[in-house]
């Protein structure tokens, strides 16, 4: 990949990154070639919630197609650990993706007794998915990696406290202690006690619920903006 990546690059007369760590990454690889930072929008149906009570059986929601590297096995097994809280997860993406990863995943969870507690929702749009993230208490991202992570900004513009590692673009998602909880990369122990945190504290989630409902949102029109600008003063 890392290949595939020079050699797109030794192509290209700009790069136009999504996430400042992305573009960090860039400018170390490709000196000299011009990086512009262009961070994604967030679609108009991802609207705030109203504000509602905090039920005390978090429902979690996880979207992300099945696949090996956003960490569901991860999830489910440290999910398993916190059996004794009263957590539902629901799952979107497709699961297709990977038959294998759904049929490990479905086995993982019926050996520890979880099966009825977990809900695959497949494919959806984007509406369906930001009515599951309305319906949530809290985003459970457990991917070890993202080069931007537009899950969590779709999340904070519905007004869903995350859960994540801290990869991608999430410190500026996620304001740690404020509007979610971020653990270090591939810290399963970490995030297991950032849920804790969150299951046995309903008042902690609804404080991360109205300062996510003071943060502006990003759209697509100034990430467009952006992406013009960008690309007049590289062709300049």
């Known amino acids: 990949m890392r290949a595939l990546e020079a050699a797109a690059a030794a192509s290209a007369d700009f790069c136009i990154a999504t996430g400042a760590g992305l573009a960090a990454e860039a400018a170390v690889r490709w000196p000299g070639k011009p ?7 967030v679609s108009s149906v991802f609207r705030r919630r109203a504000p509602r009570a ?24 440290l999910l398993a650990r916190l059996a004794s809280h009263p957590w539902r997860w629901h799952i979107v993406g497709r699961t ?41 208490d809290v985003l459970l991202h457990p991917s070890p990696f993202e080069s ?26 996620v304001r740690h202690g404020e509007t979610g909880l971020l653990a270090p990369a591939g810290d399963w122990d970490a995030l297991g006690r950032h849920l804790v945190a969150l299951f046995e504290a309903p008042g902690l989630r609804a404080q991360f619920e ?24 590289a062709l300049s």
Not at 54 to 77: C, D, H, I, Q, R
């Open 35 to 41: 990086v512009f930072l262009c961070k994604p929008g």
């Open 54 to 77: 905090v039920a005390a059986g978090p429902s979690l929601v996880t979207v992300a197609n099945l696949l090996p590297g956003k960490g569901f096995e991860g999830a489910a097994s």
């Open 96 to 136: 297709d993706a990977d038959p294998g990863l759904f049929a490990r995943l479905q086995d993982q969870l019926g050996a520890a007794g979880l099966s009825a507690r977990v809900v695959f929702h497949g494919a959806s749009s984007q509406r369906q998915v930001a009515a599951r993230m309305a319906a949530a």
């Open 148 to 173: 931007y992570g537009m899950v969590l900004a779709e999340a904070a513009a519905v007004g869903l406290p995350a859960v994540a590692f801290r990869v991608g673009a999430a410190e500026g998602l």
């Open 210 to 233: 109205r300062n996510l409902a003071a943060c502006p949102v990003r759209g697509w029109d100034l990430a467009f903006a952006e992406f013009r600008a960008a690309c007049e003063q």
